[in-house]
C-alpha cells in the first residue's frame, strides 16, 4: 500500500535543468559497473551542487569530478546521503511527539508516539490507553513540519568553488555495484551430431537503484582483482552469410588482460531491470560428440560435445564465460533440451568441452585386477575398464585414468595418449550393441 504524509517534501534541487548529457557504462562480470556521466549545469563562484539520480548502490569513495568545458571548478568537500524518507525514518523522528495515524481499515489513532520499528509503533492515546499498530497498516501519517535531513533519492552533494560563476560541462565517473552481466549461449546439433548452430547472448541486471538512459554500453570479460571491504571488435569469422559492421550487435577487442565488448547502438538499462542483447548472430561450428568414463570420480558415462573455436571450425572470437543451453530436433522435427553446462573464458583457437549429461545406452565398469611390488619405491598395477554399448552405432569412449608419482603405461590393448603428469586417455572403440574390454598395466615409482 502506497503511503501518504501530509507533510510536504522538500527535494534537493540542482542549479540548472542537466542537458546534453552523455552517458556511458562498462560493466564487469562481477556485479560492479563503471559509468561516466558528462553533463552541463550553471554553478555559482562558490556554493552547494546537488545530485539527485545517482545509485543507490554507487560507491562513494569512487566519485571522480572534472571540468571538461568552462572556467576551472575545485570540489573542496564531497558527501553521499542516503538516509531516505520512509515510514520507519518518519517514525523514529517524532519519538515522544503527538502524532496521527490513519489505518488501512479506515482506523484513526492520535496520541504521542512511545516507540517504533520496522514492524510495529506504539502510541499513547489522549485518554491514557496504549495502542500498538502495525507498520505496514500505517494508510496516511500526520506531522506537525517534515523533519530534517531526509531525503527522497540517494544524493551527492559537493561542496565548491570556482574562479567565477558560469556554465561548466563536466564529466561525473564513479563505480557502482548491483549491476551484472553473462553470457549464454545457445547451441542446436545437427541430426548426425557433427554441427552445432551457436549463438551467443548478452544477459544485464541491473540492481544498482536508478536507471541509465541511452547509455553507451562496453562490457569486460575477465576478472579484474577487487579489493573487498572488511565488513560485511568481435571477429565474426564464421560460416554462411557475413554481416557489416554497422550491422554487427558487439564489437570486440582486446583490453589489456581482458576483452572488452561495445554495443554498437545505445541502450537504455532501466533500473531493476533484466535485459538480454545479442552477442553475435547463429554460427555453423564443426563439433563432435564424445563419451568420457572416469571411472575412479564417476560411475556413469558422461556425455559432451566438443568443438574447437577456431575460424576454420566456423567460430574465432573470445567467448565470454557463460552457460550452453543445446537442443537437438526429434525425429517430427521439434527442438527438444538435451543439456546445458558452462563454458568458462575461451579464447580463440582453444576447445571448448559442453557437458550433456550421462550416456543411457552406454554402461562401463572399472577394477583393479592385479598389483605387483617391485621394490621399496616401485609397483605395478593392472585394471580392466569394460565398456558395453547398447547403441545401434559403433562408438568410441575416452577411458580417462589417473596417476601419481613416476609412471609408465606398461602393457595396454587401447591407443594411449599422456594429456598432462596425472593424467593418461585410452580411446576404446566399442562396436553396436557389442562389449569391448579395456586392460593395462601402469608401473609407479615414488
Known amino acids: 500500500m502506497k503511503k501518504v504524509f501530509s507533510a510536504a517534501l522538500l527535494l534537493a534541487t540542482i542549479p540548472l535543468a542537466l542537458s546534453a548529457r552523455e552517458l556511458s557504462i562498462t560493466i564487469y562480470n562481477q556485479n560492479i559497473a563503471l559509468v561516466k556521466d558528462i553533463r552541463e549545469a550553471v554553478f555559482d563562484k562558490e556554493g552547494v551542487f546537488k545530485l539527485t539520480d545517482v545509485p543507490s548502490s554507487i560507491e562513494p569513495t569512487s566519485v571522480h569530478f572534472s571540468v571538461l568545458a568552462g572556467a576551472p571548478l575545485t570540489i573542496l568537500e564531497q558527501n553521499y546521503q542516503y538516509d531516505l524518507v520512509g515510514t520507519t525514518k518518519l517514525l523514529e523522528r517524532y519519538l515522544d511527539q503527538t502524532i496521527h495515524i490513519r489505518t488501512e481499515s479506515k482506523e484513526d489513532f492520535e496520541g504521542k508516539l512511545l516507540s517504533s520499528s520496522p514492524s510495529d509503533c506504539i502510541i499513547k492515546k489522549k485518554d491514557g490507553g496504549i495502542v500498538s499498530v502495525k507498520t505496514d497498516k500505517i494508510l496516511t501519517l500526520d506531522f506537525p513540519s517534515l523533519p530534517s535531513g531526509l531525503i527522497t533519492k540517494p544524493t551527492l552533494v559537493w561542496l565548491y568553488r570556482g574562479e567565477k560563476a558560469g556554465k561548466r560541462r563536466f564529466e561525473l565517473s564513479y563505480i557502482t555495484g548491483g549491476v551484472n552481466w553473462s553470457a549464454d549461449y545457445v547451441a542446436v546439433v545437427d541430426k548426425d551430431d557433427e554441427e552445432l548452430g551457436l549463438s551467443g547472448w548478452v544477459t544485464i541486471e541491473n540492481r544498482s537503484g536508478t536507471a541509465f538512459p541511452d547509455a553507451k554500453l562496453k562490457l569486460v570479460a575477465g576478472r579484474v582483482h577487487l579489493v573487498r571491504p572488511e565488513h560485511t571488435e568481435a571477429r565474426f569469422l564464421a560460416k554462411g552469410a557475413g554481416i557489416s559492421d554497422e550491422e554487427k550487435p558487439f564489437v570486440e577487442e582486446s583490453f589489456f588482460e581482458y576483452h572488452l565488448y561495445t554495443l ?26 564424445e563419451y568420457i568414463y572416469d571411472g575412479a570420480r564417476y560411475s556413469k558415462v558422461r556425455v559432451v560435445m566438443e568443438f574447437v573455436n577456431s575460424e576454420e571450425a566456423g567460430l574465432g572470437m573470445p567467448l565470454p564465460e557463460g552457460k550452453v543451453r ?18 568458462e573464458h575461451t579464447p580463440v583457437d582453444e576447445k571448448v568441452r559442453v557437458y550433456l549429461g550421462d550416456a543411457f545406452d552406454v554402461v562401463a565398469e572399472r ?19 569394460t565398456v558395453r554399448n547398447h547403441k545401434e552405432e559403433d562408438i568410441i569412449v575416452t577411458v580417462v585414468e589417473h596417476f601419481f608419482g613416476d609412471w609408465t603405461i606398461k602393457d595396454k590393448n587401447a591407443k594411449f595418449h599422456k594429456k598432462d603428469q596425472h593424467t593418461g586417455e585410452f580411446y576404446l572403440p566399442v562396436p553396436a550393441d557389442g562389449e569391448k574390454t579395456l586392460t593395462y598395466t601402469v608401473r609407479i615409482r615414488y
Open 264 to 289: 554498437t547502438r545505445p541502450t537504455t538499462v532501466g533500473s531493476n531491470e533484466t535485459k538480454q542483447l545479442s552477442l553475435f548472430p547463429e554460427h555453423t561450428v564443426d563439433a563432435r560428440k
Open 326 to 343: 543445446v537442443y537437438k530436433e526429434d525425429r517430427t522435427g521439434a527442438l527438444q533440451f538435451v543439456g546445458e553446462d558452462r563454458i
Open 367 to 385: 577394477k583393479k585386477t592385479d598389483y605387483k611390488r617391485l621394490s621399496r619405491t616401485v609397483h605395478e598395477d593392472t585394471y580392466e575398464i
